[in-house]
């Protein structure tokens, strides 16, 4: 590659019609979370709207490198203010890269990738469709099981004990 130097990147744009979450509510944040997305703003912002009542759902987005700061931030926000409803969609987008060669004769390369990325949807309002995939709420089914009561009384797992270092004796 010592060759060619980085020219254009091309991505796909996201819109909000282009969330890939069933029934989204006709009002809701929409925070798109970047590397360098500082989450102390990100948090204080979506706080705001939701303590004015200004929206009642915030899709938090993250890709690449970010996916974990905008998981980081749903699950702050969801503590914060006992959201019950969320759902979870993974997905990705596609970028092109293009190569312009440093010496002629060479062709432009063009490298397609696909970026993983995540939206979370957190809801204070009920979610019509709880049996979408990727749904989960504080009380109830999460997004793996299948109908199955969360009772924990129905669990047939034993529990395990802590594990204790054992203070090793010397001999004198």
Known sequence: MENYFKGKNV???????????????????????????????????ASGIIEDKAAKAVVWTG????????????????????????VTKLTHKNVEEYWEPKIDGLEKIIVKRQIPMIHILLSLEEITDQNQLGYQSLKGKKFWQK??????????????????????????
Do not use: T
């Open 147 to 172: 109908g199955i009561n969360n009772n924990k009384s129905n669990q047939s797992y034993k529990s395990k004990k802590p594990f204790k270092h054992k203070k090793s004796q010397m001999k004198s």
């Open 11 to 45: 991505e796909e744009p996201l819109e909000r019609h282009n969330i890939p979450i069933k029934d989204l509510p006709e009002n809701f944040l929409w925070m798109q979370v970047k590397g360098g997305s500082k989450m102390n703003n990100l948090l204080s912002h």
């Open 63 to 86: 890709a690449g490198v970010a996916i974990s700061k905008a998981i980081s931030c749903a699950e702050i926000l969801k503590r914060q203010y006992s959201i019950e409803h969320q």
